[in-house]
């Protein structure tokens, strides 16, 4: 069941209402609204007016999965830094904004606590935040940031601030089920109004009324409780002859409300013998928010590969590779700004519940050209809450396996039982002649 969204131009207001089923799952109504109206919160005018002759748009879409026993909210947004929040509450859970706290904030004070829910509600809550774009000139083709990070490594690095970026008014995408966050400027400096105009970076959130997998590569499993994100570079000029590209993702889990302890954040990755959804892949990556929850915190979750080419083949690919957690100490001042501060305000810091993780995901491999070989990169990923979907050998791969192995043993059983048969039958006693003769003495 398709979303369809007319307009997401900041001012413009709607509504949908649309029944998700999923296999396992609640029945959930989802509410979308893009926000914030204009005619109701001045504040989004004044902000675009304060900003720069091209101002970006103040983008935020709020989405409520309503289920029969639970709901979750999902709040997507380009507001400093794309990110997204997503907390799980109880039916009677309602989410409040703040508009002159989220836009016109002064100070991380007047920002802190302008999202909000009642505290009753909250059940679970956590974000994800794509926090700067980092690029770098992979001389020696290694494509590996740990290596290009070493001490005694000469690498030119060029690290592009998200909170730099201006966002274009969200658009629908294809089918009208996405929203796209796009830009074609980066680095604005504040010294040097020009800007840079490149070509195209966006990201594109993309919401199912049903389970079922994606039909572009990797094909991974989709259901009610999550997003599915398309990052993708397009045309987008490299700052180096041999640049290649890595994005850095921080995780905020309030990890543990109504335990002592919190509950730490793990990358795992699962390996599978199929690929037959993703040729040449056999692993499949999980970001959980909750190691020792799994089914009741978020995740994030991918398959080591991304795309060179708009249209996905096996031979388009190339690898993605993740460095680690790290804590968040080098970007706290990126989320003092952002959608996740908003909400967690002070907590963020003081909370001995709240964990804050970040690492890298980085695209390429040795060999393949580099970004400029196709001058494209996109790389899907889904963000959910709950226990992540798992890949499972369908019915044709199992046939095929059976078909396999069962043929063989089916011909060697019935060759088996051809031998014994005829040597059973040559050691049966046979009278030689006819045997209806008289007996005749030897002369």
């Known amino acids: 069941m398709a979303l369809t969204i007319s307009s997401l131009r900041v001012g413009l207001c709607c509504s949908l209402i649309l029944a998700m089923v999923g296999a396992d799952l609640d029945q959930r109504t989802l509410h979308v609204m893009p926000y914030p109206d204009c005619d109701k919160y001045p504040s989004c005018e004044q902000a675009l007016n304060q900003s720069s002759s091209d101002p970006g748009f103040p983008n935020l879409i709020y989405v409520s999965a309503v289920g029969t026993k639970d709901k979750l909210h999902f709040v997507l947004t380009t507001i400093n830094v794309p990110s997204l929040l997503i907390l799980q509450t109880s039916m009677d859970g309602q989410m409040y904004f703040n508009w002159d706290g989220i836009l016109l904030a002064d100070n991380i004070t007047d920002m802190a606590n302008a999202i909000n829910v009642s505290a009753s509600s909250v059940l679970y809550q956590y974000s994800v935040l794509f926090t700067r774009l980092i690029e770098y000139n992979d001389t020696s083709d290694v494509a590996n940031l740990a290596i290009a990070d070493e001490p005694n490594s000469k690498t030119e690095w060029k690290i592009h601030d998200f909170r730099d970026f201006k966002w274009m008014n969200a658009t629908t995408g294809q089918g009208g089920n996405s929203i796209i966050f796009s830009t074609a400027y980066h680095d604005i400096n504040k010294t040097d109004a020009t800007g840079n105009l490149t070509g195209s970076l966006y990201f594109e959130f993309e919401m199912h009324g049903e389970d079922g997998r994606d039909e572009d590569l990797p094909h991974l499993i989709y259901n009610t409780n999550m997003t599915q994100l398309n990052f993708v570079l397009d045309k987008y000029t490299p700052a180096f002859a041999n640049s290649r590209f890595a994005l850095e993702v921080a995780v905020i889990s309030n990890s543990s409300v109504h335990d002592d302890l919190p509950d730490e954040m793990s990358i795992e990755e699962t390996k599978s013998i199929d690929d037959e959804y993703s040729p040449g892949v056999f692993k499949i990556v999980n970001w959980y928010s909750r190691q020792n929850h799994k089914d009741a915190g978020g995740y994030i979750q991918w398959k080591p590969v991304c795309y060179l080419d708009a249209h996905r083949a096996r031979d388009k690919g190339t690898e993605v590779q993740y460095y680690g957690l790290t804590g968040t100490q ?16 002070d907590r963020l810091y003081t909370d001995k519940n709240v964990v804050r993780k970040a690492s890298n995901i980085s695209f390429g491999f040795s060999n393949d050209g580099f970004y400029v070989g196709s001058n494209y990169t996109a790389w899907t990923v889904s963000i959910g809450f709950g226990t992540p979907p798992e890949e499972s050998i369908s019915t044709m791969v199992i046939a095929v396996i059976a078909a396999g192995l ?6 060697i059983v019935i060759g088996g039982l051809y031998v014994c048969i005829k040597r059973r039958r040559s050691q049966t006693y046979e009278p030689l002649g006819n045997g209806s003769g008289s007996y005749a003495p030897v002369n």
């Open 330 to 345: 080098h970007i706290d001042d990126i989320l003092n700004t952002s959608v996740a501060f908003a909400y967690f305000g």
């Open 406 to 411: 069962g043929i063989p043993v089916i011909i």
